[in-house]
């Protein structure tokens, strides 16, 4: 007999923890340094568009077919076909967070120091050049703070999806949401700010290019969780009763607003630090934790801002991680038959196994690279750039040929009006791939100096 599957008590529930899996260091830090190499606001049309249509096609799929079967990735595939493509898009979907939140809490653990020494006030200390690669390559320092974010993700998992993710999404994201507005506004008030926020919002058609739209779809897949297992994980938590199109939708408009946040949050106070200087906002990764620091330290409120905005930072990639280690979780505990707790405590032995691989790979592993890559670049290029889009893909076919469209959209009108079906279905059908493909071949022809992104 099968046990009872765990499940949200409603749509707040589910959409605070959808929402909450999307929102996360993606949407933070990613989305601005793009925006701003890519175009700014004619980058933010782009990813606003396709995030409607594109990314709306994705996440319906993955909930409804989560919700339909009652089953994590791999037993969601099974469940709609026995054939072998089905059976390697199931376990892909479900080894892409397994891969992912190792190192994921490798850089979670990074923004623990980070928040800590700025309530400690080292405001000054970690805006120098040389305080990031300092810290990262401290191999027993960057471990005892990954460990600490490993340890608060399985803390939450351990207390199951009502009373641990529910609950905790519940309680983080209307924060989350609220100090985001308030560094926004804050950020806004710095002189200069306003070139920053017109470069952001304005689009400008002499700045759009090929990769603006690769770069934009990229991220949008990136943010949203789509290929994670995620959404068919949560999906399966859903009750029947509850609207799909209107979670999803909603699932959609906080992620945007955070990204936009976000946005309004860096752009404009680098800009302002910079004064104009583009080039400081495309620091890429460096952004948060080098370029931000600088910012932070030349501000007469700048123990307060940090504060604020890596509290705000911990928040998302807490989310995120959580999310990530329940998709793992789900998956052992269907096809292994584990317990949850058994489970927990398995995905934890994976997590410090891969994660300290990645946290030591820029102290004592620095020697060790894998196609030129440090470990944590490695499985983020591995997952991101290949696994996901395939993942993808295999979900897209799945929903073509085995669930088929008319049996997908019956389950969604049983509770839903489905306004954008036309939209749905001319994405799934005639866009969706492609576009996977233009990410996969992007991706990989960038790794391998091809193309330059």
């Known amino acids: 007999m099968d046990k009872k599957r765990s499940s949200f008590s409603g749509r707040i529930g589910f959409v605070l923890a959808a929402a909450g899996s999307a929102v996360g260091l993606g949407n933070i830090w990613r989305f601005p340094y793009l925006a701003a190499k890519y175009g700014g606001g004619m ?3 782009v990813y606003l568009i396709l995030v ?19 089953k994590s990735p791999v037993g969601a595939f099974r469940f709609f076909s026995n054939a072998k ?7 892909i979907n479900a080894i892409v967070p397994m891969l992912i939140v190792p190192y994921y809490s490798v850089i ?21 050049d040389t305080y990031f690669s300092s810290f990262i390559s401290n191999g027993s320092s960057v471990e005892l703070w990954f460990l600490l974010f490993m340890g608060l993700t399985i803390f939450v998992i351990l207390m199951g999806v009502e009373n641990g993710i529910e609950k905790v999404s519940k309680m983080m994201m209307p924060i989350l949401i609220v100090l985001a507005f308030i560094i926004a506004g804050y950020s806004l008030t710095r002189p200069g700010a306003m ?10 058609f002499k700045n759009f290019s090929w990769m603006t739209v690769v770069t934009a779809l990229g991220q949008m897949f990136y943010s949203l969780s789509v290929a994670m297992g995620i959404l068919i994980t949560f999906g399966s938590y859903m009750k029947k009763e509850i609207d799909i199109e209107k979670s999803t939708s909603q699932v959609e408009i906080f992620d945007t607003l955070i990204a936009i946040l976000a946005g309004l949050m860096i752009i404009p106070a680098v800009f302002a630090f910079s004064n104009g200087d583009q080039s400081a906002l495309q620091a890429g990764p460096s952004l948060m934790f080098i370029t931000l620091p600088k910012v932070f330290a030349s501000m007469g409120f700048g123990q307060g801002a940090g504060i604020l905005f890596f509290l705000l930072v911990l928040l998302a990639a807490l989310t995120s991680s959580i999310a990530l280690a329940e998709s793992a979780v789900s998956t052992i505990e269907d096809e292994l038959s584990f317990s949850r707790t058994k489970s927990s405590l398995l995905v934890a032995g994976i997590m ?15 020697s060790v690279t894998l196609l030129g890559m440090d470990f944590l670049d490695f499985f983020d290029f591995i997952t991101n750039s290949i696994m996901m889009p395939i993942g993808a893909i295999c979900t897209c076919v799945l929903v073509l040929k085995a669930v088929t469209i008319p049996r997908l959209t019956k389950e969604i009108k049983s509770t839903s009006a489905f306004k954008r079906e036309k939209i749905y279905v001319f994405v799934l059908k005639y866009l969706a791939i492609p576009f ?18």
């Open 43 to 45: 980058f933010l049309l």
């Open 52 to 70: 409607a249509t594109f990314g709306y096609t994705m996440i319906m799929s993955e909930t409804t077919i989560g919700r339909m079967s009652k």
């Open 85 to 91: 493509w089905s059976k390697f898009g199931g376990w």
């Open 108 to 128: 979670g653990g990074w923004v623990c120091k980070y928040l800590f020494e700025y309530i400690k006030g080292n405001v000054q200390g970690v805006a120098t």
């Open 195 to 204: 070139m920053g926020v017109k470069y952001f919002l304005v689009p400008d």
């Open 352 to 366: 410090v196994l891969l994660g300290s691989l990645s946290s030591l790979g820029f102290g004592p592993l620095s």
């Open 436 to 453: 996977i493909l233009v990410i996969l071949f992007s991706s990989v022809f960038n790794v391998l100096g091809i193309i330059s992104m």
